[in-house]
């Protein structure tokens, strides 16, 4: 078995920081792609951040220069530094990841932790 567990979040007010973090255990082979996505109240599950193995990221829009993601591969985690906070960052923050398990190599299966609230005040 693998699994993603997340921790952070919170409620913070608007211009505050947090940062989130997730860690995979479990029969891990590798780990290729690692992000989080959000799903604000009313609205469907959106990409907030992805970073490869070999360390590209990429960014949704409305967050670019405020969040930061990361990721230690000795660890199998990732992280995300969100500075700047909007009251619109308001979501439920999931963790995802693509990764094989040791178990069966030969097929690559995509993981989602329990989600992490996110509140943002004004």
């Known amino acids: 078995q693998v699994q993603l567990r997340e921790s952070g979040g919170g409620l913070v007010q608007a211009g505050g920081s947090l940062r989130l973090s997730c860690a995979a255990s479990?029969?891990?082979?590798?780990?290729?792609?690692m992000g989080w996505y959000r799903r604000a109240p009313g609205k469907q599950r959106e990409l907030v951040a992805r970073i490869t193995s070999g360390g590209s990221t990429n960014y949704e829009d409305s967050v670019k220069g405020r969040f930061t993601i990361s990721r230690d591969n000795a660890k199998n985690t990732v992280a995300l530094q969100m500075n700047s906070l909007k009251p619109e960052d308001t979501a439920v923050y999931y963790c995802?990841?693509?990764?094989?398990?040791?178990?069966?190599?030969?097929?690559?299966?995509?993981?989602w932790g329990q989600g992490t609230q996110v509140t943002v005040s004004s």
């Open positions: 995802n990841a693509a990764m094989t398990a040791s178990y069966d190599i030969t097929r690559t299966v995509e993981l």
């Open positions: 479990g029969s891990i082979y590798t780990i290729n792609t």
